[in-house]
C-alpha cells in the first residue's frame, strides 16, 4: 500500500494548495476515502493496448506507444526537451495531476501513474499522443486528461505532458 | 484563298481593336464585407488550434454556399455560445498578458454575429474552466438574461453573469459537480461524480434559491456518459462509451431521466462504439440522431469515426450506415446537424476537413479542406 | 494621369494620419515627388509570369494565380470571408499599404495595385498566397509586403491581404 | 523427449520466476531538466508560426543530439538575437491584450539560455517594426551595453535601450533609413531606400552624438540586396537577388565597402538566384559561404533554394553543388552554420523540416522532421 499512500498524499497536498477544504472534499472525496481503490485498480484487463505497439515502441520514452503513456492526451515532453519524468528547461511542472493505471508489459505489472502537465510556455506543438485507457469524463476530474491541469499554476500555459510512476497498483 | 485571308486580317483587327479600345478597369473601392443574414445553415466552428492553443478561434462558415463567411478570435481553450436568439456569439477564453505567459485574464467576449464584431465583454475570475469545447462551458438563460460560466479550479462552481449590464453577478458552489446545462429562465444542472444532476434554481438576482439532486442516470465506472451533451427537444441525450442513449427531460423543475436505449446490440455491443470530440447530434424537427462511430475497445473514446450512423429518436431504430470512406473523407472527430426541415449535416474530421452532407440522404455535398487546426465542435442556431 | 495622381493622394493621405511630416517626407520622399514612376512603371516585362497559372485561376480572387494578386505574400481576404477589394465582417482595412504593378492579361494592361492588410483578427490561415512581382525589401517599404501594414491600426494583427486597383500604369 | 519436455517446463518456470521475483520499479521523481552547456552546436530557430502569427515561438535545437533542448515564446512578429557572450535570448516582440486583439504592448524579453527561463523586460513604445525575421530587427553593441531595436510606424527609427538597468535609453530618427546593423560599442548603421547606410554614432548616454551616409553600396532598382545580412568576420555580407555579394567592412568609424562579387557567372547569371528567408550562412574559420539557389525570375527572391551552392570567401570560386533532392529534402528557406572547426550546416525546408550537415562535406547528419510550424531564420553563438 506504500505507493497508494503516496498517491493520497501526493494528491492531497497539492490539491490543498490550491482549493479550500470543503470544494477539495466535495470534489475529490473518493479519492481521499479510499474509495478510488476500485476505479484505480480496475479489474478488467482483457481490452486493454487492442494494438500493441512494438516492443521498442512500448519502452521509448519519444513514443506515444511508450506503455508509461497509456493516458496521456496531449504533447510528450521527452520531445521538447524534457524526459519522460522531467519537464522542459524554463517550464514548471503543476502540483495537481490526473492519475492513470498502466501495464507494464516488461513486468506484467500494472502502474499507478501521476501524468503533470508542464507549464508556463505556449503548447510544444511536438509528439503529440492521445491515448485513454481508463481516462474518464470531467466530472471524474482525477481520471480527466483534457482539463488543462496547469490550472492552477501563476503560469496557466500548457507546454507538454511527463508520467511519474506512483507505485505498483496492488489488488 | 485570298478571302481567306482578308477574313482573318480583319478578325485580328477587330480583335486587336477591341483590345485597344476598351475602357481601363475602373479604379477598385475598398469595402468591408456585410455578413449575409443569419440562415439555419450557418455553422461556427471552434478550432482549438491544438498545436498553437493560445490562437483558438471560431471559424463561421455558409453550408449553402460553401464560402467561410469570417472568423472570431477564441484565445486559450475557449468555450463558446450562442445567444437563445442566434444573435450573439459568447467566447468564454483566457488571455495571458505576454502570449502564452504573463498574468492570465479571463473573460467573456461577446460578438454580434451580423458584423463580427466584437460588442463588449465580462471579466471573470481567473477560474474559469480549462477544458476541451462541450455545449456546456458557457450557457445562456433560455430568456437570454442570464449567462453562466463552468469554473474549475480543481474545485468546481460557475459563475453567473448579466450579459445585458455586463456584470458578473456572482459564484454558485456546485459540491464538486461540473459545467453548465442550462434550463428554462432560472435553472443550472452540473453533472456529478456520481452519475447524478445537480441543479440548482436561482432567484431574480442570480443567487441560488434552491439545489436538489437527482438520482444518478448514468454509472460511471461501468459506462461513463460523453460530456458533449447532445441538444433536443426540451433536453439533451447523453450517449456513453458503450452507445446508450441517456435522454434527461430538462422541462420541469427538475430534471426527468428517460429510459436509455442502445445504438449498438449483440455482437457489435463494445466493438462499435461512439467516439470523438462531438461524437453526435440531433435534429429534432426530423428525429434523427446522427453519431461517429468507430470499432475499438477501452480508451477508444476520443477516436475519430469511421462511420455516421443514423438513428430515428422515435423508434430508436437505426436507418442509416454511412461509411466515409466512400468519399475518401478521413474519420470524423465532431458532428453537427441543422435545426431546419432540409437539414445539412456537418462533419468535421480529424485530418481538419468539414464535410457537409444532405442529412436526410446522406449525399456529400461538399468538402471544405483546411478548416483550421483542429476544428474539434460546432454550434449552430 | 489620373489614377497616378489617385494612387499619391491616396497614399499621402493615409500616411498623413499617422506619420509626422518630416518622417513622412524622409520616408517616402520619393513617392511624393515624382521619382517613383520608375519603380511603378518598370519597362522590363520579359520576366512576368514565368510560369502562368491556367486563365481560370488567374480570373480567380480565390486563387493565388489571380493577376491582380501579383505582390501579395500573405492570407487572400477573398478566402477569409471578404473579396479581393473587401475586408471579412469584423475587420478593419490598413490605412497604410504597400504597392504593386501587375500585367492583365485580360486586356494586356499593367495596373497600379494598392495591397491592403485587413487588420483586428487573428491571421485567417486560408489561401496563403507568396507573389513577389516587383517586390522589394523593407528599405523601400512602399513596395514591400513583409512589413505587417496593420502596424499603424488601432488592432495592429493581420489577418488577410486584398488587392485594390488604383488605375492603369500609365508609361 | 521426455528429458526435453522437462527442460521446457524449468526454463518456463525459471521465467516466470524471474518476473515474478524481479522488484517493482521505484517510485519517480518529477524534475524539471536541466540545459546542457552552450556549445557551438546549439542552434536557436525563429518559428513565425504564420498561420497562428500571435503564437511565434523560438525552438532550442542541439546539432550533435539532435535533441530539441526548449522552446521560449516569441509572441508576434518577433525579432531576435543573441548577446555577445551567447548567454542571454532576447526576443523583441509584440502583445495584445486579448490575444488577436486589444491594447499592444512592445516588448524586448530576455531570457537565460542556460534555464530558458525569462529574467526580465523591457516594455517599449508601440513602434516596433512588425516584419519578417533579420538579423537587424534588434541586436547588441559588441560589449553588450547596448540593445538597439527597429522601430516602424511607418516613421523609421530606432530605440536604444540598456539591457542591465532594463531601461530605454531614447530613440533616434534614421530619416527613412531601416533595420539596426551593429558595430562596435556604440554604431548603427541602417539601410536607406536609396542603397546607402546611415551611420549613427552613440555617445556615453546612447544619444546621438554624430551620423553619416556612405556611398550607395547597391542598387535597389536594377539588383536589391536581401536584407538578411550575413554575419561575417569583421562585417556583414549582403547578398543581392541576382546573386552578387555586397561585403561591408564595420570595423572602422564609418562603412567600408568593398568591391562586389558573383555567385552566378555566364549564361546561369538571373537563372539561378539566392532566395528564401535567410538565403546564405558564411564559416567565418572557414571561409565558407552558403546560399540556397533556385532557378527563377523576377519575383522569386523568396522560392526556397533547391541546391545550396558553397563558396571559397577568399578566392570567390564556388567549390561545391549539393541538391537537396538528393536526400529527398524539399526546398531549403533558411540556412545557418556554425562557427567552429567541425561547422554544421543547418538548413529549414518550406516544409518545415530541420536537416543538419557536415558543412565541410556536405554529408547529411540527420533530418528533424517538423520543427514548429514555419521556421524562416535560425541564430546560433
Same mark, same amino acid.
Given at each position: 500500500m506504500h505507493s497508494i499512500d503516496r498517491l493520497f498524499e501526493k494528491s492531497s497536498r497539492a490539491l490543498a494548495q490550491r482549493t479550500s477544504r470543503r470544494s477539495l472534499l466535495a470534489a475529490f472525496g473518493q479519492l481521499l476515502t479510499g474509495a478510488v481503490l476500485?476505479?484505480?485498480?480496475?479489474?478488467?484487463?482483457?481490452?486493454? %493496448?487492442?494494438?500493441?505497439?512494438?516492443?521498442? %515502441?512500448?519502452?521509448?520514452?519519444q513514443s506515444c506507444d511508450y506503455w508509461k503513456y497509456c493516458a496521456i492526451d496531449g504533447f510528450l515532453c521527452a520531445c521538447c526537451g524534457g524526459s519522460s519524468t522531467s519537464c522542459p528547461p524554463g517550464t514548471a511542472p503543476s502540483?495537481?495531476?490526473?492519475?492513470?493505471?498502466?501495464?507494464?508489459?516488461?513486468?506484467?505489472?500494472?502502474?499507478?501513474?501521476?501524468?503533470?502537465?508542464?507549464?508556463?510556455?505556449?503548447?510544444?506543438?511536438?509528439?503529440?499522443?492521445?491515448?485513454?485507457?481508463?481516462?474518464?469524463?470531467?466530472?471524474?476530474?482525477s481520471r480527466n486528461n483534457d482539463l488543462n491541469w496547469c490550472m492552477a499554476n501563476a503560469d496557466a500555459n500548457y507546454?507538454?505532458?511527463?508520467?511519474?510512476?506512483?507505485?505498483?497498483?496492488?489488488? | 484563298m485570298n478571302q481567306m485571308l482578308l477574313r482573318a486580317g480583319l478578325l485580328s483587327l477587330a480583335a486587336c481593336f477591341r483590345v485597344i479600345a476598351a475602357a481601363p478597369l475602373p479604379a477598385e473601392h475598398l469595402t468591408v464585407t456585410?455578413?449575409?443574414?443569419?440562415?439555419?445553415?450557418?455553422?461556427?466552428?471552434?478550432?482549438?488550434? #491544438?498545436?498553437?492553443?493560445?490562437?483558438?478561434?471560431?471559424?463561421?462558415?455558409?453550408?449553402?454556399?460553401?464560402?467561410?463567411?469570417?472568423?472570431?478570435?477564441?484565445?486559450?481553450?475557449?468555450?463558446?455560445?450562442?445567444?437563445?436568439?442566434?444573435?450573439?456569439?459568447a467566447i468564454g477564453t483566457s488571455y495571458f498578458a505576454r502570449g502564452g505567459h504573463g498574468a492570465r485574464t479571463d473573460v467573456v467576449e461577446f460578438a454580434d454575429n451580423q458584423t463580427l464584431a466584437l460588442t463588449h465583454e465580462i471579466i471573470l475570475p481567473p477560474k474559469r474552466a480549462h477544458t476541451l469545447p462541450t455545449p456546456f462551458g458557457l450557457a445562456y438563460s433560455a430568456d437570454g438574461r442570464f449567462v453562466y460560466v463552468a469554473y474549475v479550479t480543481p474545485a468546481a462552481s460557475f459563475g453567473v453573469l448579466d450579459p445585458a449590464k455586463a456584470t458578473v453577478l456572482g459564484e454558485i458552489d456546485t459540491a464538486g459537480c461540473v459545467l453548465v446545462i442550462?434550463?428554462?429562465?432560472?435553472?443550472?444542472?452540473?453533472?456529478c461524480e456520481s452519475g447524478k444532476l445537480l441543479t440548482v434554481t436561482l432567484d431574480e438576482k442570480g443567487n441560488e434559491a434552491s439545489r436538489a439532486f437527482s438520482d444518478a442516470f448514468f454509472d460511471?465506472?461501468?459506462?461513463?456518459? #460523453?460530456?458533449?451533451?447532445?441538444?433536443?427537444?426540451?433536453?439533451?441525450?447523453?450517449v456513453s462509451f458503450l452507445g446508450d442513449v441517456h435522454e434527461v427531460d430538462f422541462t420541469g423543475a427538475q430534471p426527468l431521466l428517460r429510459k436509455p436505449w442502445p445504438l449498438v446490440t449483440g455482437a457489435d455491443k463494445g466493438r462499435w462504439r461512439p467516439g470523438g470530440t462531438q461524437p453526435g447530434a440531433i435534429s429534432s424537427p426530423m428525429h434523427r440522431l446522427y453519431v461517429s462511430m468507430h470499432q475499438g475497445g477501452e480508451g477508444s473514446h476520443k477516436n475519430a469515426g469511421t462511420e455516421i450512423w443514423v438513428f430515428d429518436t422515435v423508434s430508436h431504430q437505426r436507418i442509416a450506415r454511412w461509411p466515409m470512406r466512400a468519399h475518401k473523407l478521413?474519420?470524423?472527430?465532431?458532428?453537427?446537424?441543422?435545426?431546419?426541415?432540409?437539414?445539412?449535416? #456537418?462533419?468535421?474530421?480529424?485530418?481538419?476537413?468539414?464535410?457537409?452532407f444532405d442529412a436526410l440522404t446522406g449525399q456529400l455535398r461538399h468538402i471544405e479542406p483546411k478548416m483550421g487546426q483542429t476544428p474539434w465542435f460546432m454550434h449552430n442556431p
Open positions: 476500485i476505479p484505480l485498480l480496475p479489474m478488467d484487463r482483457s481490452a486493454r %493496448a487492442a494494438t500493441p505497439g512494438a516492443k521498442s %515502441a512500448r519502452d521509448d520514452p502540483p495537481i495531476t490526473w492519475i492513470g493505471t498502466c501495464h507494464n508489459p516488461g513486468d506484467k505489472r500494472d502502474y499507478i501513474v501521476s501524468y503533470n502537465d508542464c507549464c508556463g510556455k505556449v503548447s510544444c506543438g511536438t509528439c503529440e499522443c492521445n491515448r485513454n485507457e481508463r481516462e474518464k469524463p470531467m466530472y471524474r476530474p507546454h507538454c505532458s511527463v508520467s511519474v510512476l506512483l507505485g505498483v497498483a496492488e489488488q | 456585410a455578413m449575409p443574414p443569419v440562415n439555419a445553415h450557418r455553422i461556427y466552428i471552434v478550432d482549438e488550434a #491544438f498545436n498553437n492553443e493560445i490562437d483558438a478561434r471560431v471559424h463561421v462558415f455558409d453550408g449553402d454556399t460553401f464560402r467561410r463567411l469570417g472568423q472570431l478570435d477564441a484565445g486559450y481553450y475557449p468555450t463558446y455560445n450562442l445567444s437563445p436568439d442566434g444573435k450573439t456569439s442550462p434550463s428554462g429562465p432560472n435553472r443550472v444542472s452540473s453533472i460511471p465506472d461501468a459506462d461513463p456518459v #460523453f460530456v458533449q451533451g447532445i441538444p433536443m427537444s426540451g433536453g439533451y441525450a447523453f478521413s474519420d470524423v472527430l465532431a458532428l453537427q446537424v441543422s435545426q431546419d426541415e432540409a437539414p445539412l449535416l #456537418f462533419a468535421a474530421t480529424n485530418q481538419a476537413d468539414l464535410a457537409v
